[in-house]
């Protein structure tokens, strides 16, 4: 484990005291949102809010499975990035991150496929998996043709993180595929839903995310399933046989009450055989990328090299 940005501490510490503060005029999420709650979070960006930024270069398409992605073709491109956007499986968008996943493409020469996969709780678990699955199992048979490349790397953020794991798994066990996707890049996600001890610990600062509203979205996502059920491997990949993944590189905040799943999920996905990079991001909180800080810049900068790379 690497702790990083310590010199940048005292900043991200009091960006997430500002953060804080300004709770009161930021949409409860709770355990139920109401639907002008959810109506209003998935038009307004993550962590936002305004609308998110839509950008020209990203297409809008209808792939096999009719699964809906927003798609970004740099002038060069050496290789495919799978994304899953993250919001709790609930909100977000695949068009509500245009302006960081073209700079992505264009920086590391990549062309972005991003899932917009259905969203709970219209379309609870296994809806969402099935759709990224949908959209890997396109790339592994056509990003050759499609793209120019058979070079394939995914990741997301929070529920994209894990939706990032699921696919993974799912390719392996429901079609034999493995290797296909060379990479993994897995920021600050959700593996375990039955809830890690610093998930249960984190109380409710009011922060991007909490005890509460981590608890709410995994009840709007997996409705009706008791703490045993969310166990499941194919819910809680922390729980999954793990052999046969890629490298990744695992990031979370030292602030964010997902650390423990980033910590437990580098180590055993370690133990499982594959190289993993695992950073811990000083005084973090969750879903710390989507706001204008120095480690924003630093962990996009990080992310790119290792997708570039990789």
Same mark, same amino acid.
């Given at each position: 484990?690497?702790?990083?940005?310590?010199?940048?501490?005292?900043?991200?510490?009091?960006?997430?005291?500002?953060?804080?503060?300004?709770?009161?005029?930021?949409?409860?999420?709770?355990?139920?949102?109401?639907?002008?709650?959810?109506?209003?979070?998935?038009?307004?960006?993550?962590?936002?809010?305004?609308?998110?930024?839509?950008?020209?270069?990203?297409?809008?398409?209808?792939?096999?499975?009719?699964?809906?992605?927003?798609?970004?073709?740099?002038?060069?491109?050496?290789?495919?990035?799978?994304?899953?956007?993250?919001?709790?499986?609930?909100?977000?968008?695949?068009?509500?991150?245009?302006?960081?996943?073209?700079?992505?493409?264009?920086? *590391? #020469?990549?062309? %972005?496929? $991003?899932? +917009?996969?259905? /969203?709970?709780?219209?379309?609870?678990?296994? @809806?969402?998996?099935?759709?990224?699955?949908?959209?890997?199992?396109?790339?592994?048979?056509?990003?050759?043709?499609?793209?120019?490349?058979?070079?394939?790397?995914?990741?997301?953020?929070?529920?994209?993180?894990?939706?990032?794991?699921?696919?993974?798994?799912?390719?392996?066990?429901?079609?034999?595929?493995?290797?296909?996707?060379?990479?993994?890049?897995?920021?600050?996600?959700?593996?375990?839903?039955?809830?890690?001890?610093?998930?249960?610990?984190?109380?409710?600062?009011?922060?991007?995310?909490?005890?509460?509203?981590?608890?709410?979205?995994?009840?709007?996502?997996?409705?009706?399933?008791?703490?045993?059920?969310?166990?499941?491997?194919?819910?809680?990949?922390?729980?999954?046989?793990?052999?046969?993944?890629?490298? *990744? #590189?695992?990031? %979370?905040? $030292?602030? +964010?009450?997902? /650390?423990?799943?980033?910590?437990?999920?580098? @180590?055993?996905?370690?133990?499982?055989?594959?190289?993993?990079?695992?950073?811990?991001?000083?005084?973090?909180?969750?879903?710390?990328?989507?706001?204008?800080?120095?480690?924003?810049?630093?962990?996009?900068?990080?992310?790119?090299?290792?997708?570039?790379?990789?």
């Amino acid at each position: 484990m690497t702790i990083t940005d310590e010199d940048c501490r005292a900043e991200t510490l009091a960006f997430n005291e500002q953060f804080e503060a300004g709770a009161a005029s930021r949409p409860a999420r709770g355990r139920a949102p109401s639907a002008a709650t959810l109506a209003l979070l998935r038009r307004n960006r993550l962590g936002g809010d305004r609308p998110p930024v839509r950008l020209p270069h990203g297409q809008d398409r209808v792939v096999e499975g009719g699964v809906r992605v927003r798609v970004f073709v740099p002038g060069r491109v050496d290789g495919v990035y799978l994304h899953i956007h993250g919001g709790g499986w609930a909100f977000g968008s695949a068009g509500g991150q245009d302006e960081r996943l073209w700079r992505l493409a264009e920086q *590391a #020469r990549l062309a %972005v496929v $991003s899932v +917009d996969y259905r /969203l709970a709780p219209e379309h609870p678990f296994p @809806a969402g998996p099935d759709d990224c699955e949908a959209a890997a199992r396109w790339l592994v048979k056509g990003a050759v043709a499609e793209f120019g490349t058979e070079r394939l790397l995914i990741g997301g953020e929070s529920a994209g993180a894990h939706l990032s794991v699921v696919t993974l798994l799912r390719l392996r066990d429901r079609h034999s595929i493995t290797g296909a996707f060379r990479a993994a890049h897995l920021l600050f996600g959700p593996y375990d839903l039955s809830m890690t001890p610093s998930q249960r610990r984190f109380g409710s600062r009011q922060l991007l995310s909490n005890t509460d509203t981590l608890r709410g979205g995994y009840e709007l996502f997996t409705p009706g399933m008791g703490q045993e059920q969310r166990r499941s491997p194919e819910v809680s990949p922390l729980f999954a046989d793990l052999a046969g993944l890629p490298s *990744a #590189r695992i990031v %979370v905040g $030292s602030e +964010d009450p997902l /650390l423990d799943d980033s910590l437990f999920m580098a @180590a055993r996905w370690q133990a499982a055989g594959a190289p993993v990079q695992l950073g811990v991001v000083a005084g973090a909180m969750h879903g710390f990328t989507l706001f204008p800080l120095t480690v924003t810049e630093r962990e996009l900068r990080r992310e790119r090299d290792f997708l570039a790379s990789a």
